[in-house]
């Protein structure tokens, strides 16, 4: 016979397992849902301003936040002070007036050969731009111009500090060209232009001009800061002489040696250091 007492025991044991069913059971249905949060996902195409100051180069991010803060950096023109604001990559970000990129700073030297546009445009036929396509991955562009039918050396950078300091007339690098005209250079022109002349009352200058030893005086050496092909045109012309051949033999200290016609080559740290030493 069983033990009642048992079966009691066992009633409540069994009543009790009910009861915490029911209660879980409830407390499940009547729990409020935990909301869930809604993640934004991140545009690859879009950085944080302070990163952006940061890969540049000008600071750390802690700084950029300073100086985004006292209203020194401005995003497509307009002052930035927002902490956290996001930027696109092809945005105009200026940090106390200069222009700034994110990319790693790339120098690529080209010896441009004839038929080909300095230009970066798109639609203009072959330019300069697919000569150096496959140079570096940052968004590099030609220093000055160089006619399509002239040749020689051609430099591209992502370093705006040093597109100012070779588009300055007045503290820009010096080029130097070798210039093959369709008659020998008379002696008084090339000591007028050698000494300064105006057109159209523009004063006109140049660093020096002379005769290339062991070729014939059509042939002369022009060194000039002007980053244009245009005014090399005009000075001749000014004087009667059409240009047969236009080469950039020199910038600054950077020469052709070792980059045959149509190639190119990055900089070393010491030439880049030389540059900016100019």
């Given at each position: 016979m069983s033990n009642p007492r048992e079966n009691k025991s066992k009633g409540k044991a069994s009543g009790k397992g009910r009861d915490n069913n029911r209660?879980?059971?409830?407390?499940?249905?009547?729990?409020?849902?935990?909301?869930?949060t809604l993640q934004q996902k991140s545009n690859p195409d879009e950085i944080r301003l302070n990163k952006y100051i940061a890969n540049s180069g000008m600071c750390s991010r802690r700084e950029a936040d300073q100086q985004i803060a006292i209203g020194l950096v401005t995003v497509n023109g307009k002052v930035v002070t927002e902490m956290g604001y996001k930027v696109k990559l092809d945005d105009e970000v200026r940090y106390d007036g200069a222009r700034i990129s994110p990319e790693r700073k790339a120098?690529?030297?080209?010896?441009?050969?004839k038929g080909f546009a300095t230009t970066t445009s798109e639609g203009k036929g072959r330019t300069v731009m697919d000569l150096v396509a496959n140079a570096t991955a940052s968004r590099i562009?030609?220093?000055?111009?160089?006619?399509?039918?002239?040749?020689?050396?051609?430099?591209?950078?992502?370093?705006?500090?040093?597109?100012?300091k070779f588009t300055n007339s007045k503290t820009g690098v010096a080029r130097l060209f070798h210039v093959e005209l369709d008659k020998n250079l008379k002696f008084e022109d090339l000591k007028q232009i050698r000494e300064g002349f105006?057109?159209?009352?523009?004063?006109?200058?140049?660093?020096?001009?002379?005769?290339?030893?062991?070729?014939p005086k059509k042939e002369v050496g022009l060194k000039i800061k002007?980053?244009?092909?245009?005014?090399?045109?005009?000075?001749?012309?000014?004087?009667?002489?059409?240009?047969i051949k236009l080469d950039c033999v020199m910038i600054g200290e950077l020469t052709k040696k070792d980059i045959p016609r149509g190639h190119w080559k990055h900089l070393t740290e010491q030439e880049v250091n030389n540059l900016k030493m100019l």
């Open positions: 209660g879980r059971s409830y407390a499940k249905k009547h729990t409020p849902a935990k909301k869930k120098y690529v030297l080209l010896n441009k050969p562009r030609p220093i000055g111009r160089l006619g399509r039918n002239s040749m020689g050396l051609l430099l591209f950078t992502n370093d705006e500090k040093i597109h100012t105006k057109i159209a009352g523009k004063e006109i200058s140049v660093e020096d001009i002379s005769y290339i030893d062991g070729s002007n980053t244009g092909n245009t005014i090399i045109r005009t000075i001749f012309e000014h004087f009667k002489y059409d240009i």
